[in-house]
């Protein structure tokens, strides 16, 4: 055959020819390690976060035109591109050059924080922008299903992106009444609308906001007037030589790698005879399954077939009885053409073509679908594939093919064979899919659940048929298929033979769940787990699939057919997942009108780098080039949770080509002994592991691969010993890190004997992963004396990096340099754990003598760095009939790990927020720190506080419950008040928290909305709603009193221009932006001439961690303090000459040798909590804040969607407005995260399977509250900390709590329904799993769970 070995491809307008081209190369490596394009990021590697999104375009012979795709790069092999043109954030626009439209509304909407994630997102818009200038709001969040953010809550990111989307037509006809759009209190939609055509009369409806700001309030944080146009004739055109290329014959292609050859032939026949003679070769289309077997599960696959250019797999056409799709075709196209039909077609034809559709709208992100081929999915066989259930029930045909000839097999029960087996030869190509036309009386629905609705693999799915015997309601045909339930997907056989010649009635109804759980059974301890759940999903599917056929028979045959009516309050458990455009309202408050222009203190800054962020030229720890003989470093980690490490074999491991070293304990030529508080930790373990993932080694080669694929082969046996997994082990073997802490305040015994009432309970909430979109990274580069060494690390506390690396090198500190430019997220992840990477990799450099970088892999940073503590509440409450709290009695525990780190601190933070906002005058409360064999737990924004507070909320439910008064009315009869002094006997000054409490009663709508939800409960049986309001208040200063210092470094250098330096470091927090403000308005220069390069060890040094929420208290005030000393000493040359301009005064002191660079220092006065005493100040101030949620949640598959939140937060007077509401809306989000979607699962042996966003969900776009009100408390000021504002980085997040207290309101109001009543135990995080159980009926009832004890479960809760 003819042969090419040259991949021709464009990237950004120019021309690459690549020969030998490695196929384990991926397009996202070649960017940015072979031609530098930096700005595509690297978030997962397994197609979950879409940070490394690119546009690619290319001819499609198909649709015959040019195509635009977003894809993932990390998931393309480079091979993948023959004649396509790669795209990526650097080639659409820069700050240099021009800015293009999308770069520049995602940026000035506030919509970067970090900015990790902003290069991924403009892509995505910019490809749907290049396709369809005109999209709907609709069309703009579909396409970013596939994009994570974890910064900003999204809310900022839709909005400034929905100024791109076609206008509402809104007013006039749902608005009227309560004013446009949504009504409620008016809205605003994200996304013009055409309300009212004046937008902003003086109630303006589409301005929105509450009908009418309150005074002073502005909802305007960014002037959408100012953006510059779409124009679509700017945009770079598709390279001409790739469309002359189309016309010239292709060659079949071969790249030979190290290990695996990619072919692509160009004609069917020979890709047959290709299969026929490697017939364990894996045909490549999408390689969204391949290229994960490949990266995350160490598979190797020497030869892959390309078969995306031939023609007779690539194809769609109508036959007589449906329409048939070539195998290649990928699922954007099939949903495309499918979606035509259906709007072509009559509506009986297209059951199944709907069921289709219905599935790919929650398939993955569009990045995915965009390249993954039908063909893909049918062959990966997976269990839990979502759209073969649907081709099994409807009994779709394949057309295999091999050299030996053709033959079509129907997908039904024998499809397939075994887990990711099925009945397709090894020499056989599956050709294409015929998807069948349903006829008259002929129904088909897919039903799916997954932790998250967006992008998120099923936990069980189904495709569901039925067939009547023509003019009667009598079964004649039933395919009923289950994904999630066996290791494949299965056909409930029994259960539709015995149903066949039935009536569709009740009777049917109660026959087919009994059958279905009996023959669709899990042992329980399914691989999976979730057993009872997902057993009560196959029935709650098929009374959703009853009910539904129900419904079309009565429409379709309502003169022919008698069949039962459906009450009206089952109706909503027919309705599809549907949700209304988000919209928002932000209000802060304006600065007063005679502020200086030149004074931006409090005005809605966009963060400084953010523009920078969205064109890809931020540069962040990876971003660095690489240096001169640089080595790449692997670390090879622990699979047993506690052992004694019995051999360590590498031989295999240093044949790789590259390898240069492996290193363990005895290479450290400082310190093994490492961590943090007890130093109880090692850089390397020494002969024993305590936890899986305990670093025991590094591997340094020349290349990421090989570093990798050598770590891979690294052989370790152990000696097993007994591992203390979960908090119950560790009280139970007594493994506890220090002696339990107590604090007692009041006479407790008194206060129960006085209590009317008392209750005893426990909560258990799980933890959590920090999910910054940037992993760890180090970059470490000897400078080759004195034993002096520089590294870039992603950390939030270089100083103590700098420690930590000078002990493990035995070296004094000031040889080791840190240095930190932004960091791609961090949200405490990055407060300690970071030396854990930064030590090994030091020590690799200093062992080499060359430079040696190391970016962790999301499941090595998921599995090696920990995250939150998972604590377990045991309560007590003693109250009075009316709900007063009289005395609390409560022990707190937290799973530590396997190193104390700062868990001691973090469970501080709990002891002092067990109140949540409440007053307690009689309580005691016990701490209890769990060493047991996990990773290392560590600081997580909020620091032990939500942990508690959520345990607080929970006993305060109780009470609500058992006293049977209005919630609200509750909780703020024990609302603090103006000088309450706290358990810790810590005076309130200007407590705000009634203040935020009555705002966001008002602001909600509370007691009607209270009235509609109940309202809706009676009238709905399967959907409930919840509506719950939380308070937070949360203490601000490090509880470690020396932590709360900071310093500051001001330069100002001859021509004017200010070098401002700080000990903080910018996360994405807007630290930098707010450092500017303040540094301006003290020295009364523009902006423009302050600039901050980076925080280093060498600048500002021995720097508390940026964390604590002080970040801009501490600094802000160093700072002023460094601002003041120039002033003064400017002070002699401006009075001297008062009408000069600042270049002057800094010239004449210049002259006049006086020094312009000046040092600034901070220290919090007045903390001084004593823990013997139990009094003293353990605060600087409080921060409060206020949310009221409702939700949604369906009570039959416990999905659950946030209907609405209002949310009143004191941030003092906000320095920024627009970073302050970014901190709230990105906390909240983040605390929604927690409290409801993002569950770690460990087995009994301390493996955890969570290990990317493939398992892990951390919210999407699409999990914002519908409507979002986001209100900054006015007229606060706040006389402790600069400029009279407040901190404001974690205070929010616990006021997610609102989210979760909705779903148990909604739950309570489920089990109402089936008559349960009493306490109900909700943990948290409130997943689909957990609100299904808990909304028992008579289908939880027919799975009950497996007696515990009886087996092994395949995960736990730790
Ligand atoms: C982030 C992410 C999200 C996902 N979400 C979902 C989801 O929501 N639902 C879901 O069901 N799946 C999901 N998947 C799985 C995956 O995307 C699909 O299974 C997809 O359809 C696979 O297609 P592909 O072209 O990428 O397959 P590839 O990786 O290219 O190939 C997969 C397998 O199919 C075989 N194969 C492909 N074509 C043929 C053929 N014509 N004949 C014989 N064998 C063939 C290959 O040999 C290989 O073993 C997700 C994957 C990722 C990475
Ligand atoms: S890095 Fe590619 S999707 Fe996450
Ligand atoms: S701004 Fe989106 S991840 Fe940080």
């Known amino acids: 055959m003819e042969e090419s070995h040259e991949l021709v491809f464009f990237v950004n307008g120019r021309k690459i020819v690549e020969k030998n081209v490695d196929p384990e190369l991926n397009l996202l490596t070649y960017l940015r390690r072979k031609l530098g394009l930096t700005g595509t990021k ?92 005109d999209p709907t709001m609709e069309e703009i969040e579909d396409t970013l299903q596939g994009n994570l953010c974890r910064c900003t809550g999204y809310r900022a990111i839709l909005e400034g992106l929905s100024t791109f989307a076609k206008p509402l037509n809104c007013c006039g006809q749902s608005g009227k009444e309560n004013g446009c759009c949504k009504g409620q209190f008016g809205a605003n939609h994200l996304g013009p609308s055409n309300c009212c055509g004046q937008n902003g009369t003086e109630n303006g409806c589409c301005k929105g906001q509450f009908g009418v700001n309150p005074p002073g309030m502005s909802p305007r944080l960014f002037e959408p007037s100012e953006f510059k146009p779409l124009d679509p004739t700017q945009e770079p055109i598709f390279p001409p030589e790739l469309l002359l290329l189309q016309e010239s014959p292709r060659d079949t292609l071969i790249f030979k790698g190290e290990r695996v050859t990619w072919i692509q032939p160009t004609t069917l026949n020979k890709l047959l005879v290709l299969k026929g003679r490697y017939p364990d070769a894996r045909l490549v289309v999408g390689n969204t399954e391949v290229g994960i077997e490949m990266r995350m599960k160490n598979m190797l696959y020497p030869i892959i077939l390309a078969p995306a250019h031939i023609p007779e797999m690539n194809f769609s056409c109508f036959t007589d009885t449906g329409i048939m799709f070539g195998a290649a075709c990928n699922l954007t196209y099939i949903g495309s053409v499918l979606k035509q039909a259906v709007n072509q077609l009559p509506s009986y034809k297209t059951e199944v073509f709907k069921a289709v559709l219905e599935q790919l709208r929650w398939f993955a992100g569009q990045q995915v679908r965009n390249v993954a081929a039908v063909g893909g999915n049918i062959m990966t066989a997976s269990p839990i594939s979502d759209l073969n259930p649907v081709f099994m029930a409807s009994g779709c045909l394949l057309t295999l093919s091999s050299e030996g000839g053709n033959r079509v097999v129907q997908m039904d029960g024998d499809f397939f064979t075994g887990y990711r087996k099925t009945v397709v030869k090894p020499q056989e190509v599956l050709i294409s899919i015929e998807i069948p036309y349903t006829k008259k009386g002929e129904y088909l629905s897919a039903y799916k659940q997954a932790q998250r609705r967006d992008d998120d693999i099923a936990i069980v799915n189904c495709g569901m048929r039925v067939a009547f015997k023509e003019g009667t309601d009598i079964v004649e045909e039933l395919g009923l298929s289950y994904g999630g339930m066996a290791p494949t997907t299965v056909f409930a056989k029994k259960t539709c033979e015995l149903l066949l010649g039935k009536k569709w009635n009740k009777a049917l109804l109660q026959e087919a769940c009994s059958l279905l759980s009996g023959e669709l059974t899990l042992s329980p301890s399914a691989p999976g787990g979730m057993v009872q759940f997902r057993r009560t999903l196959t029935l709650s599917f098929f009374f959703k699939f009853y009910l539904s056929v129900l419904q079309k028979l009565g429409q379709d045959f309502q003169n022919d057919i008698r069949v039962e009516s459906i009450p009206p309050d089952y109706v909503s458990a027919t309705e599809l997942f549907h949700k209304d455009p988000p919209s928002a309202v932000q209000l802060f408050q304006e600065v007063p009108p005679d502020q200086c222009p030149m004074d931006v203190v409090g005005q809605p800054l966009p963060h400084l780098s953010s523009l920078k962020q969205a064109t890809g030229e931020a540069l962040y720890c990876d971003d660095l080039p690489c240096f001169e003989k640089e080595l790449y470093l692997a670390l090879v980690t622990s699979t047993e949770a506690h052992a004694k490490i019995s051999s360590i074999d590498t031989s295999e491991a240093l044949k790789v080509p590259g390898v240069t070293h492996f290193l363990t304990a005895k290479d450290v030529p400082g310190s093994n002994q490492t961590g943090q508080i007890l130093m109880d930790e090692t850089v390397f373990a020494d002969g024993v592991v305590t936890c899986v993932g305990h670093v025991i080694g590094a591997i340094v080669a020349d290349t990421e691969i090989h570093a990798h694929t050598a770590a891979k082969a690294v052989k370790i046996t152990y000696e097993k010993l007994q591992p203390i997994i979960t908090i119950q082990d560790a009280v139970a073997h007594n493994s506890f890190y220090m002696p339990p802490r107590k604090i007692e305040n009041g006479n407790i015994d008194l206060g129960f004997a006085e209590s009317d009432d008392i209750i005893e309970g426990e909560m258990y909430i799980g933890g959590q992963e920090h999910f910054y979109l940037e992993t760890q990274c180090t970059v470490a580069i000897p400078r080759g004396e004195d034993g002096e060494m520089e590294l870039f690390v992603s950390t939030q506390s270089p100083s103590q990096i700098q420690t930590l690396v000078a002990h493990a090198l035995g070296v004094p500190a000031n040889r080791i340099v840190v240095r930190v430019k932004r960091i791609g997220g961090g949200f405490g992840g990055k407060e300690t754990r970071s030396w854990l990477l930064s030590t090994v990799v030091a020590v690799a450099a200093h062992k080499t003598k060359r430079p040696v970088r190391c970016s962790l892999n999301r499941d090595e940073d998921m599995l090696v760095t920990g995250g939150r503590n998972p604590f377990l509440g045991r309560y007590k409450v003693g109250f009075q009939k009316n709900g007063k709290v009289v005395a609390l009695d409560l022990k707190l525990y937290c799973n530590a790990g396997n190193s104390l780190d700062i868990s001691s601190a973090v469970m501080n933070r709990a002891l002092f927020h067990m109140d949540n906002a409440y007053k307690i005058p009689n309580a005691r409360v016990i701490s209890y720190i769990c060493k047991t064999n996990l990773t290392s737990n560590t600081a997580f924004r909020g620091f032990g506080a939500p942990q508690a507070m959520l345990i607080a909320e929970c006993w305060m439910n109780d009470i609500v419950a058992k006293c049977g008064l209005p919630s609200e009315q509750v909780q703020r009869l024990n609302l603090y008040q103006e000088g309450d002094i706290t358990y810790t006997n810590q005076k309130l000054e200007a407590v705000n928290i009634i203040k935020c409490w009555d705002e966001c009663l008002e602001n909600s709508s509370f007691h009607s909305r209270r009235k509609a939800v109940d309202d809706y409960n009676r009238q709905h049986c399967w959907k409930k709603r919840g509506l719950a309001i939380i308070p937070t208040k949360f203490g601000i200063s490090f509880n470690a009193i020396f932590l709360n210092q900071a310093g500051a470094l001001v330069h100002i250098y001859t021509d004017g221009s200010v070098l401002l330096t700080h000990g903080g470091v910018e996360m994405g927090q807007g630290l930098h932006t707010k450092m500017v403000q303040v540094a301006s308005k003290a020295l009364g220069i523009p902006v423009s001439r302050i600039h901050i390069s980076e925080t280093s060890t060498n600048t500002v040094p021995n720097t508390s961690a940026t964390a604590a929420s002080v970040g801009s208290d501490l600094n802000g005030m160093a700072i002023l303090n460094a601002c003041q000393t120039l002033l003064e000493r400017l002070q002699p040359f401006k009075l001297a000459n008062p009408k000069g301009t600042w270049e002057q005064w800094i010239s004449a002191a210049y002259m006049e040798r006086v020094s312009l660079s000046a040092a600034g220092f901070y220290r919090t006065p007045d903390l001084n909590y004593d823990w013997d005493k139990n009094e003293g100040r353990a605060y600087n101030y409080y921060s409060y804040g206020v949310a009221c949620s409702e939700v949604e949640i369906d009570c039959l598959t416990g999905d659950h969607k946030n209907l609405r939140t209002d949310i009143v937060m004191d941030v003092g007077n906000s320095l920024n407005p627009a970073v302050d509401i970014g901190q709230v809306e990105g906390g909240f989000m983040q605390g929604l995260g927690y409290f409801t979607l993002e569950e770690l699962r460990y087995s009994p042996e301390g493996v955890l399977y969570t290990r990317g966003p493939g398992a892990y969900k951390i919210p999407s776009a699409g999990d914002i509250p519908m409507q979002l009100n986001v209100s900054l408390l006015r007229e606060s000021p706040n006389r402790k900390a600069i400029y009279s504002s407040k901190a404001v980085g974690e205070p929010p997040l616990f006021l997610a709590a609102s989210i979760f207290f909705a779903i148990k309101d909604a739950i309570v109001a489920a ?17 689909p799993e957990r609100i299904r159980n808990a909304c028992i009926d008579n289908l939880t009832e027919m799975c009950p769970p497996a007696d515990p004890g009886t087996f092994t479960p395949w995960n736990i809760e730790v």
Request: with cysteine; aromatic share 2%; proline share 6%.
């Open 42 to 133: 690297l978030g997962c590697g397994e197609g979950g976060c879409g940070s490394c999104t690119v546009m690619v375009s290319k001819y499609s012979p198909l649709e015959k035109k040019i195509l635009h795709i977003a894809i993932n790069a990390c998931l393309a092999p480079l091979c993948s591109l023959h004649h396509a043109a790669v795209t990526t954030v650097e080639g659409i626009g820069s700050t240099t050059t021009r800015i293009h439209p999308v770069q520049e509304r995602i940026a000035k909407s506030h919509g970067s924080q970090c900015g990790f994630c902003t290069p991924g997102i403009v892509m995505s818009v910019y490809t749907l922008l290049r396709n369809n200038p």
């Open 1311 to 1327: 089990r109402a329904t089936s008559g349960k009543t009493g306490p109900l135990r909700l943990n948290s995080p409130a997943t």
